[in-house]
């Protein structure tokens, strides 16, 4: 209890743990974790650009929209998405001058409250040109544009 | 106080200190723009974007191809009007992305192209094909002058005749065969088909033989349509 030296240790090692504690609280606010709301919306973007892409390679997606065929696209869609990802679907026929909504039917999973409190919704817009309908060698092939907006949040 | 002040020991902890802070400091900066990075520049949102419209204007290509294969009439126009409605609609469909597609039909080569359309029928090898060069420039991520092709092609050649039989190849792009082909995707001219099989050959690969309901005289006309809708009609052998 006597000795007197190395008190100015103890208030320097106080210090250099608080210049500690305020690097790693600074790095702490500036790093984007893979759990933090920024990356989930962008990680959602993805996700659903790649799964409408995925879809339109194999030439499922054009045939369920231009045929109307919506309980097919829910079905490719909870298929494809994971469990807990919902999901709002709307295509839109593009004219000269219009957009006009094509599906009175909606194009959804989860509950629809999802998408009003969730504070990361994903918005992706996808589009179609045109699909050949017909029959035997009779087909139907004309540039008939449509835009596909698909909302997506974690349930 | 002073006693405090004066007393000198202590000093390779605070130096020591003070380098480990300068180090966790130094990390904490690369760690934040490692991390930033990503948010800056979504490639692989981009990188779909891209896909998409590319996958898009393949699309149209073949779309087109199959309206001008639906009739005789040797509407070469199609292809270029459809692509000028395509151009206009992109910049309404992916708002804010500034994208701008710019597209050189084909027009000559070894397929004779008329405003990015060929086709050289009732010939016992016959085709029908398009192809366009785009450019695509996507002004929010500063990418310009990315390069791509779109191309359709579909041919069939009537091999022989025997009896009631027809054999005949049908090939795509690259002279990739076309295996998925059924009954109901053949046509001859005057006959009915009352069976249909498909065998390899060594030279010629898959082999589709058409049997007609009656004997078949030379030339015959065969007329086929692939998933896609694109149609030949050859005539021969």
Known sequence: MKNKNGQMRVIETILASFIIVFALSFANILAITPTSQKYEATELEKLGYNVLHDLDEQGLLARFVYTEEWDDIVAALRVTLPIDVYFNMTVYYLDDTNVTKVNQKPISYGYPETFVTSKNIASITYGLIGYPIGNNSTYQATYDPRIIILQLARG | ?237
Request: proline share 1%; aromatic share 10%.
């Open chain 2, 1 to 237: 106080m002073k006693n405090l002040i004066k007393n000198k020991k202590g000093q390779f902890v605070i130096i020591a200190m003070l380098m480990i802070a300068i180090m966790i400091i130094s990390v904490g900066a690369i760690m934040h723009r490692a991390v930033t990075y990503y948010k800056h520049e979504p490639w692989e949102e981009y990188l779909t974007l891209m896909g998409n419209i590319e996958l898009n204007s393949q699309r149209l290509v073949e779309l087109s191809l199959v309206n001008y294969t639906q009739t005789e009439a040797n509407n070469t126009y199609v292809l270029g009007d459809n692509l000028q409605k395509w151009q206009k609609n992109l910049t309404r469909i992916y708002l804010g992305y500034g994208a701008s597609l710019n597209y050189t039909l084909a027009n000559g080569t070894n397929y004779n192209y008329s405003f990015g359309l060929a086709r050289n029928w009732n010939k016992a090898a016959s085709f029908s094909a398009a192809r366009v060069n785009f450019t695509l420039n996507i002004a929010s991520i500063g990418l310009t002058g990315y390069e791509f092709m779109a191309t359709a092609f579909l041919n069939l050649t009537i091999l022989s005749i025997a009896s009631n039989e027809v054999n005949v190849t049908v090939k795509g792009e690259d002279g990739v065969l076309i295996t998925s082909l059924q009954k109901d995707n053949f046509e001859v001219s005057g006959f009915t088909i009352s069976g249909f099989t498909s065998h390899y050959d060594r030279e010629e690969g898959l082999v589709y033989t058409i049997e007609c309901d009656s004997a078949v005289s030379t030339p015959v006309t065969v007329r086929v349509w692939d998933e896609r809708g694109i149609q030949v009609t050859a005539t021969g052998p």
